[in-house]
């Protein structure tokens, strides 16, 4: 299966404290929303989103837009800085 990828890479924060992660695919995106514990609506729209990405029902930019949204929402976006 290809990966649907965007640019650039959404960074987020990972379960294990101090390891950040370069997220820059929709199937990556949907791996790390299955792992957080807050399930507002931005996480739930990126979910959605992720998998139409996946099934070719949607542009992998959407996937990021939605991801960077659920990273804001959930507190796990950090800065390439």
Known sequence: MALHWFS?????????????????NAETAGEELMKWTKLGPCWDLAVRVCMAVI???????????????????????????
């Open 8 to 24: 650039p890479p959404v960074l987020v924060q990972t379960e294990r404290p101090g390891i950040i992660r370069n997220v820059n």
């Open 55 to 81: 099934f070719d029902e949607m542009e992998p930019e959407e996937a990021r837009k939605a991801f960077l949204a659920a990273a804001k929402e959930e507190g796990m976006l950090r800065s390439s800085d």
